[in-house]
């Protein structure tokens, strides 16, 4: 090895022994909090308000969203955003609307380290609100509110909603878990492409719409008139769901699992997967396996209840609802 090389290599070795204890030093004084060496400039903006409205609209890009009562029974929203995509605040015509405005370059997303972005709503009890969310990336938690609709839509992020509401609940994701607890409405329609849905301790006046492309979907002490789930691949597990009308439940490949549950009329079809569980009622049962054991008890009297699989294995009983 030449002299030169040598020389390089010692510098270049400089250079690292420095850069690493700039690094410490850097790191000691943000308290390891890798964030702060993000390179996106970041404020919190608070936005009070004094108008009326009946319908509040958040269109916004990448931001976790979590909803809070008010303790002085005042509308006010806080904002923690980077300062390249802050959000405007209007009212007009009884619409709040929250809307994001991007001003960054495509050098803005590159970054090391990332904050990430939250809208905080703080609401009084305004059970005549009409709630609309719209949302590429982020996380969205609703607390026991209970509003006119519900209507949310985003990309890749999950939701939990302890909120009710008078008419409808719809909620549209692409990636991400829905959790309903806790909740009543008239209508719930509910999607989500990969991820799983969850319901508990729910009271829905007339129908539940239950839609997933691949996940599963888990309903515990639900009350409704009709049930509608559908999906490709993922297992569907109800335990005491009571439907006065219809459950009606469709699978590619998934299994079926229910415990004390019941309905004037089940229908369960599933190409791939076992269906299994108790019912409290007796059942006129029309069933059939192309492959696979059927166990379902003798009775000949109450509503239809027909299950169909290609594989899989078919196994009923009937249960007192006291047990």
Same mark, same amino acid.
């Given at each position: 090895?030449?002299?030169?090389?040598?020389?390089?290599?010692?510098?270049?070795?400089?250079?690292?022994?420095?850069?690493?204890?700039?690094?410490?030093?850097?790191?000691?004084?943000?308290?390891?909090?890798?964030?702060?060496?993000?390179? !996106?400039?970041?404020?919190?903006?608070?936005?009070?308000?004094?108008? @009326?409205?009946?319908?509040? $609209?958040?269109?916004?890009?990448?931001?976790?969203? /979590?909803? !809070?009562?008010?303790? /002085?029974?005042?509308?006010?929203?806080?904002?923690?955003?980077?300062?390249?995509?802050?959000?405007?605040?209007?009212?007009?015509?009884?619409?709040?609307?929250?809307?994001? *405005?991007?001003?960054?370059?495509?050098?803005?997303?590159?970054?090391?380290?990332?904050?990430? %972005?939250?809208?905080?709503?703080?609401? %009084?009890?305004?059970?005549?609100?009409?709630?609309?969310?719209?949302?590429?990336?982020?996380?969205?938690?609703?607390?026991?509110?209970?509003?006119?609709?519900?209507?949310?839509?985003?990309?890749?992020?999950?939701?939990?909603?302890?909120?009710?509401?008078?008419?409808?609940?719809?909620?549209?994701?692409?990636?991400?878990?829905?959790?309903?607890?806790?909740?009543?409405?008239? #209508?719930?329609? $509910?999607?989500?492409?990969?991820?799983?849905?969850?319901?508990?301790?729910?009271?829905?006046?007339? @129908?539940?719409?239950?839609?997933?492309?691949?996940?599963?979907?888990?309903?515990?002490?639900?009350?409704?008139?009709?049930?509608?789930?559908?999906?490709?691949?993922? =297992?569907?597990?109800? #335990?005491?769901? *009571?439907?006065?009308?219809?459950?009606?439940?469709?699978?590619?490949?998934?299994?079926?699992?229910?415990?004390?549950?019941?309905?004037? @009329?089940?229908?369960?079809?599933?190409?791939?997967? /076992?269906?299994?569980?108790?019912? $409290?009622? =007796?059942?006129?049962?029309?069933?059939?396996?192309?492959?696979?054991? *059927?166990?379902? %008890?003798?009775?000949?009297?109450?509503?239809?209840?027909?299950?169909?699989?290609?594989?899989?294995?078919?196994?009923?009983?009937?249960?007192?609802?006291? #047990?």
């Amino acid at each position: 090895m030449n002299k030169k090389i040598k020389i390089s290599l010692i510098i270049s070795l400089c250079f690292v022994f420095t850069g690493a204890i700039l690094f410490v030093i850097a790191m000691s004084i943000n308290n390891w909090d890798f964030k702060k060496l993000g390179s !996106q400039n970041f404020e919190t903006n608070s936005y009070e308000f004094t108008q @009326e409205f009946n319908n509040l $609209l958040i269109n916004t890009s990448t931001a976790d969203i /979590d909803f !809070q009562y008010s303790n /002085d029974e005042k509308c006010k929203i806080i904002c923690y955003e980077n300062k390249k995509e802050k959000h405007s605040t209007t009212i007009e015509n009884g619409i709040l609307s929250i809307n994001c *405005i991007n001003e960054k370059k495509w050098y803005d997303y590159i970054s090391l380290f990332s904050n990430n %972005p939250k809208i905080t709503v703080y609401l %009084p009890k305004l059970e005549s609100l009409n709630l609309e969310i719209k949302l590429s990336t982020g996380d969205i938690n609703i607390t026991d509110f209970t509003f006119e609709n519900i209507s949310i839509s985003a990309s890749t992020g999950d939701v939990k909603c302890s909120a009710s509401s008078k008419k409808q609940t719809k909620i549209h994701l692409s990636t991400g878990d829905i959790f309903i607890e806790n909740s009543m409405a008239e #209508n719930y329609d $509910l999607v989500s492409s990969t991820g799983l849905i969850k319901l508990n301790n729910v009271v829905c006046s007339n @129908e539940i719409k239950l839609k997933v492309t691949t996940g599963d979907n888990y309903l515990t002490n639900v009350n409704c008139k009709n049930i509608v789930s559908t999906g490709s691949t993922g =297992d569907i597990n109800l #335990n005491s769901v *009571i439907a006065t009308n219809n459950i009606s439940i469709t699978r590619n490949t998934g299994d079926v699992e229910f415990y004390k549950c019941d309905a004037s @009329e089940i229908v369960i079809k599933t190409s791939t997967g /076992d269906v299994e569980g108790t019912l $409290l009622s =007796d059942k006129v049962f029309i069933t059939k396996s192309n492959t696979g054991d *059927i166990e379902i %008890p003798k009775t000949t009297t109450g509503g239809k209840c027909k299950i169909t699989t290609n594989t899989g294995d078919i196994e009923i009983s009937i249960i007192n609802n006291t #047990n």
